[in-house]
């Protein structure tokens, strides 16, 4: 890829394996857009915005487009430049929704083990990608005030249902 007038080129030769500019359907994944018109060379130059992205999906006809469906919620979800997105990090609350008991079986399944009703002591620690391992990052139990990557000295009472 080079630029060119400030907008990235990008070299669709090895993409395209000796077929026809014809026979392709360029479609911008990122901004969720088939492109209209053929390409007259197989340089193309499309604009991104400065620490955005972009995504070209080459596709000959006879191959399967993007649905639709997903086409228009990229188009909904990146109708808004990146530009005009705050970069402040902020704390997504989570609460854990009640659910429904799930009936018990009249038999106990071969891959299920008996856990004897008592107090457990658990503690678990995971690695996020999401950045360094902050508070935010990972899943919020009921019992913390934000979620975090690290549980310690957590009791935990199972009763037999």
Request: net charge negative; proline share 7%; charged share 20%.
């Amino acid at each position: 890829m080079r630029k060119e007038k400030g907008n990235p080129i990008i070299d669709i030769n090895y993409a395209i394996n000796g077929r026809s500019l014809n026979d392709i359907i360029i479609t911008d994944c990122y901004r969720g857009e088939i492109w209209a018109s053929v390409p007259e060379t197989s340089l193309l130059s499309m604009e991104i915005e400065t620490f955005g992205f972009a995504c070209l999906l080459i596709s000959f006809e006879d191959s399967k487009l993007p649905s639709q469906e997903f086409l228009n919620e990229m188009k909904n979800l990146t109708s808004i430049p990146l530009k005009n997105l705050s970069n402040s990090w902020n704390l997504l609350p989570q609460k854990m929704i009640e659910e429904q008991n799930t009936p018990l079986p009249l038999e106990i399944p071969q891959d299920m083990v008996l856990i004897p009703e008592g107090k457990f002591l658990f503690n678990s620690t995971g690695l996020e990608i999401e950045g360094p391992d902050d508070s935010g990052v990972d899943v919020q139990f009921p019992w913390k005030h934000n979620p975090n990557v690290h549980i310690f000295n957590s009791y935990l009472s199972l009763h037999f249902i």
